[in-house]
C-alpha cells in the first residue's frame, strides 16, 4: 500500500534561515511520481514540483530545491534563505502508475511552516 | 479565465438537507477528482472520474454522490449532510492518469450545523 509520512508537524525559523521539510513514501510499485505542494493562509493548494521514479536528479527552482533518494525512499524540500511569504503548510504526494483509471494522489498531513521576521 | 473554480465557495447547512459543490474546469482535462480537507487528515480522495460517465470511489466515498455528464463538470453531492462532512472540499483535474499532475480549485468551506 502507498503511504506519505512528514513526521514534521510544524517547524518555525527565523527569516532568512535555511529549512528542510521531510517527506518519506511507501510504495510498491517501480513506477510512481512524487509531488509537493503549497497551501499558504489563504487556502489554495500550489503545485510546486512533479519528480517521476525514474529521475532521481535534483532539483533547484530559485530559493527551493529537491532531494529525491530512493535508497532511502525520501523526497525532501530546502527553502534557502526562506522568507515571510513562504509560511505555508506543505504537502507531499505520491502517485502510482498502477491504476488504470485515473492518477489518485496519495497525500501525506503536511507540515506547517511559520517564517518568522 | 481559464482554470478551475468550485462553488459556492462558502456554505452553510443544517443536518440532514442535501448540498451540492459545484467544480468547473476550462482545460478540457479528463481527470477529476474530489477530496476532503480536515485537520489532522490531509487530504483524502473522496471520488474520482476518468472521463464523462466514469466515475469511482476513493477512501471517503460514503454519504456522497457523484456524476459527471459533461467533461467540465463534476458537481459532488451530499445526500444528507450530517456534522462529520464539515470539511473544506477540493477539486482537482488532472490531464493525465499514471502521475500526471493535479491541479486544484480554491475549496469550499462547508459547516454543517
Known amino acids: 500500500a502507498q503511504k506519505v509520512t512528514q513526521a514534521q508537524t510544524e517547524i518555525s525559523v527565523v527569516e532568512k534561515e535555511d529549512v528542510t521539510l521531510d517527506c518519506v513514501y511507501e510504495?510498491?510499485?517501480?513506477?510512481?511520481?512524487l509531488f509537493w505542494y503549497k497551501q499558504p493562509p489563504s487556502g489554495e493548494l500550489v503545485f510546486l514540483i512533479r519528480r517521476n521514479s525514474f529521475d532521481e536528479q535534483n532539483e533547484i527552482s530559485g530559493r527551493y530545491s529537491w532531494n529525491f533518494q530512493k535508497s532511502t525512499s525520501s523526497f525532501n524540500f530546502t527553502i534557502t534563505a526562506s522568507q515571510v511569504v513562504d509560511s505555508a503548510v506543505y504537502f507531499c504526494a505520491l502517485s502510482e502508475e498502477g491504476y488504470s483509471s485515473a492518477s489518485k494522489i496519495i497525500f501525506g498531513s503536511g507540515t506547517r511552516l511559520s517564517i518568522r521576521p | 479565465d481559464a482554470g478551475i473554480t468550485q462553488s459556492p465557495r462558502y456554505k452553510i447547512t443544517e443536518t440532514g438537507r442535501q448540498v451540492t459543490l459545484m467544480c468547473h474546469q476550462t482545460w478540457s482535462h479528463s481527470y477529476m477528482f474530489w477530496y476532503r480537507q480536515d485537520l489532522g487528515h490531509g487530504l483524502r480522495l473522496i471520488y474520482y472520474s476518468a472521463a464523462a460517465d466514469i466515475t469511482d470511489k476513493g477512501e471517503v466515498s460514503d454519504g456522497y454522490v457523484v456524476s459527471r455528464s459533461k467533461t467540465e463538470n463534476f458537481p459532488l453531492t451530499l445526500e444528507s449532510a450530517t456534522r462529520s462532512q464539515t470539511s473544506v472540499y477540493f477539486c482537482a483535474s488532472s490531464e493525465t492518469s499514471g502521475g500526471g499532475t493535479q491541479y486544484f480549485g480554491p475549496g469550499t468551506r462547508l459547516l454543517v450545523l
Open positions: 510504495t510498491r510499485d517501480t513506477t510512481y511520481y
